[in-house]
């Protein structure tokens, strides 16, 4: 009962939320948060439940983001067509990129991604003709000034993210998901294509990742490659979202990217320290993984335990 | 080909060679680390910022040469080696977690501290110090007043090549000869057998992550004078470092010296053939090659030949 009750009442509430009239400012906050939460969910299903961690998820948001800017740019046709398209194109992406990465494990499969994300940003900054380069795409006209449809529109690719992940862990490729973090070479022996399963949860991850991305063109208004391949803004902020929420859970990435979005905001707003807000991301990541390896969600049990000592 | 084509050939084998050498003594580091470790340290080139750095204020402040700082950038880097092994690393080392990445995390989360601070402290200005025979060069005109073609060799670049190759073989001579050095090697080759024969396995580790964090260091100082110091440069030579010990071969020092020389040569010869801002991409190329159709590195290449005897 409580696993539909409870999704479907915060469901509900943020999709009151914008009714008690919240300030552009904070709707803005919203909608990054609820972005973010559905990085760190499509994340999550590849590096919490598949164990396959990736620090390159910036390419897949990049490929997203690049191909609702390459359509306005290159052929004048409204960047939310975008989103639908950067379905198809990331999937391409993803499953090139996977059938070589994929072949790789642990420390190795981390490192390929990152270096695919990389290569990715300079390939773009590179191809000067057809992505403009270094100086961006910015979209001229804006479809809405009022933040309140743009938050309505990632509320329903968050909550699309969160059943299909959802559904997707609760069946056979879920099991054989989990099965390949545990021991790969186990579950191979089982008789699971690993390597197949693998690519699915890849390919999956990407093409939630690469909607935010075409979803971030269309709500920003710019995009360039520094921004939309960031290493350390992007791949390594979906990983930290998800280990300061919890790993391989359902309310992680939720959690995690309400933390690291108002945290992020409020380094922001301390004179001096503006720019310095990676140092306390790393501080706060070293902190996590000493003290609460699976996150706050996954650590429930011990942070009350802790809360109870401290009150006997 | 022309003596003109030629020449730029020559020079752009000779650039590559100098650059592989520092190279390698970075992808040392890396791989040392990783041999005893088993774990990748993505926070490499992030100590490598430190120690160029320290090289840059000692250069600034005291108007030490930055060659020398390698004797002080170097001891600064290991004790900070050591105190990232005893107190963050190692404490990882025991928790339970459902990603066994944690440890790679966590050098991803040291790499940012290390490099925010650093903007904090030193503001993300670009810096480089302006030694007296940075821009002096060797050349070959000078020593055979014949010579159908022109070819240099920066003064600069061929010290910290000489500086690389001479700390590489202190290495060598350590990793080799000594008792700390043999037990290290042990310890990469087979954690539980080192155990087993009385090797200290914990200090080991220590030590090594002292000694990587150490040769990193060192690598900053010999790269200053060629090359220009920002808070964020420590990113870009983590991965140099990781496509090195890929190419060479994980774990093995022989292969990270030719996997340092490899990239130095490729990547001269990306810039100078299809342009200077596809350098890195050819060092992505080279690195996703080497996982694909060379995956023990040039080391298994070795290995194999003497095993064939």
């Known amino acids: 009962m409580n696993r539909v009750a409870i999704p479907l009442a915060v469901f509900g509430a943020l999709l009151a939320l914008p009714l008690?009239?919240?300030?552009?400012?904070?709707?803005?906050?919203?909608?990054?948060?609820?972005?973010?939460?559905?990085?760190?969910?499509?994340?999550?299903?590849?590096?919490?439940?598949?164990?396959?961690?990736?620090?390159?998820?910036?390419?897949?948001?990049?490929?997203?983001?690049?191909t609702a800017g390459i359509l306005y740019f290159k052929l004048q046709i409204s960047a939310w067509w975008g989103i639908p398209l950067s379905v198809a194109v990331v999937s391409v992406f993803a499953f090139l990129l996977g059938y070589i990465v994929l072949k790789l494990r642990g420390p190795f499969f981390a490192l390929a991604t990152l270096a695919s994300g990389e290569v990715l940003r300079i390939t773009t900054e590179n191809m000067g003709e057809f992505t403009n380069g270094t100086l961006g795409i910015l979209i001229q006209q804006r479809t809405w000034i009022e933040k309140t449809w743009y938050y309505y529109i990632i509320l329903a690719i968050a909550a699309l993210t969160f059943v299909v992940i959802r559904k997707l862990v609760a069946s056979k490729w879920g099991y054989y998901f989990v099965a390949i973090r545990e021991d790969q070479d186990a579950a191979e022996s089982l008789g699971i294509d690993t390597t197949r399963y693998k690519t699915i949860a890849l390919v999956i991850s990407a093409i939630l990742t690469g909607i935010c991305g075409a979803f971030y063109t269309n709500y920003m208004g710019y995009i360039d490659p520094h921004i939309v391949f960031a290493l350390?803004?992007?791949s390594i902020i979906t990983i930290m979202i998800v280990m300061v929420g919890g790993v391989a859970t359902e309310w992680g990435a939720l959690i995690g990217a309400g933390i690291m979005v108002l945290l992020a905001e409020w380094i922001r707003a301390i004179?001096?320290?503006?720019?310095?807000?990676?140092?306390?991301?790393?501080?706060?990541?070293?902190?996590?993984?000493?003290?609460?390896p699976n996150g706050i969600v996954g650590d429930l049990p011990k942070i009350t335990r802790l809360f109870r000592r401290a009150r006997a | 080909m022309g003596s003109a084509q030629l020449e730029v050939l020559l020079q752009t084998l000779i650039s590559g060679l100098l650059l592989g050498g520092l190279y390698a003594l970075i992808g040392l580091g890396m791989t040392l680390i990783m041999g005893v470790m088993k774990i990748i340290n993505l926070a490499h080139g992030e100590l490598m910022m430190v120690g160029m750095y320290i090289a840059f204020w000692m250069f600034t402040l005291f108007g030490v040469d930055p060659y020398l700082s390698v004797f002080i950038a170097g001891p600064v880097l290991f004790f900070l080696g050591i105190a990232i092994q005893k107190f963050l690393v190692n404490p990882v080392l025991k928790v339970d977690s459902i990603l066994p990445e944690n440890q790679v995390i966590l050098t991803v989360g040291i790499g940012m501290v290390l490099s925010s601070a650093a903007t904090i402290a030193f503001k993300s200005d670009y810096r480089s110090t302006p030694v007296s025979y940075g821009t002096s060069a060797f050349y070959l005109s000078d020593i055979w007043k014949g010579s159908p073609i022109e070819l240099s060799l920066s003064i600069p670049w061929s010290v910290s090549f000489v500086f690389a190759l001479a700390i590489t073989g202190a290495l060598w001579f350590f990793l080799q000869k000594t008792d700390m050095g043999k037990s290290i090697r042990a310890t990469s080759q087979d954690l539980d057998a080192a155990l087993l024969m009385g090797v200290n396995v914990q200090r080991m580790r220590v030590v090594t992550f002292g000694l990587g964090s150490g040769l990193v260091g060192a690598a900053g100082c010999l790269f200053i004078p060629i090359y220009y110091l920002y808070p964020a440069l420590g990113g870009q030579f983590t991965l140099i470092a990781f496509v090195i010990t890929i190419l060479g071969g994980l774990g093995s020092n022989v292969g990270a010296i030719l996997g340092g020389l490899i990239l130095g040569l490729f990547e001269s010869l990306t810039a100078t053939y299809v342009g200077m801002g596809w350098a890195p991409v050819g060092r992505f190329l080279i690195f996703i090659a080497a996982l694909l159709f060379l995956p023990g590195g040039v080391a298994s290449l070795l290995r194999r030949r003497t095993f064939g005897k």
Do not use: E, K, R
């Open chain 1, 20 to 66: 008690i009239g919240l300030s552009s400012y904070t709707m803005h906050i919203l909608v990054l948060v609820l972005m973010w939460t559905t990085i760190g969910m499509a994340w999550n299903l590849l590096g919490g439940y598949c164990g396959q961690v990736s620090f390159g998820h910036a390419a897949y948001f990049g490929v997203g983001a690049y």
């Open chain 1, 232 to 234: 350390h803004d992007i």
């Open chain 1, 271 to 292: 004179p001096g320290l503006g720019a310095s807000h990676q140092a306390f991301f790393g501080i706060l990541l070293i902190a996590i993984i000493i003290f609460l």
